[in-house]
């Protein structure tokens, strides 16, 4: 299973960006597709997460500003970005949690698309 990221890139304060993720591979169901940042010097974190019903969870800090889609049929994760702001920073990486293979569950990373915002 491979999970491709892309979308990054520079955008000046309240632009908007938006993320793909595509996980490709003998996958029968992914249960949870997220985003995670990872900021210069700081922790990963949670972004965005959608699981395959649909229930979402937000960071507070993006909370209203960020928007996550997945496509289940497809096996895709978005992450529209808009009214991007400095601290917005980092880089991005896309997660699918148990990805379901054959009898059994396995999470999977993929590689970080970097995010700039400044002007």
């Known amino acids: 299973v491979q999970l491709q990221a892309s979308g990054g890139g520079l955008v000046q304060p309240g632009g908007s960006l938006r993320l793909s993720c595509a996980a490709s591979?003998?996958?029968?169901?992914?249960?949870?597709m997220a985003w995670y940042r990872q900021a210069p010097g700081k922790q990963r974190e949670l972004v965005a997460s959608?699981?395959?019903?649909?229930?979402?969870n937000y960071v507070d800090s993006v909370r209203g500003r960020f928007t996550i889609a997945r496509d289940n049929v497809k096996n895709t994760v978005s992450l529209e970005m808009n009214n991007l702001k400095p601290e917005d920073t980092a880089v991005y990486f896309c997660?699918?949690?148990?990805?379901?293979?054959?009898?059994?569950?396995?999470?999977?990373w993929g590689q970080g698309t970097q995010v700039t915002v400044s002007s």
């Open positions: 591979g003998r996958i029968l169901t992914i249960d949870t």
């Open positions: 997660k699918a949690d148990r990805v379901r293979i054959g009898l059994s569950f396995y999470d999977f």
């Open positions: 959608m699981t395959y019903r649909g229930r979402t």
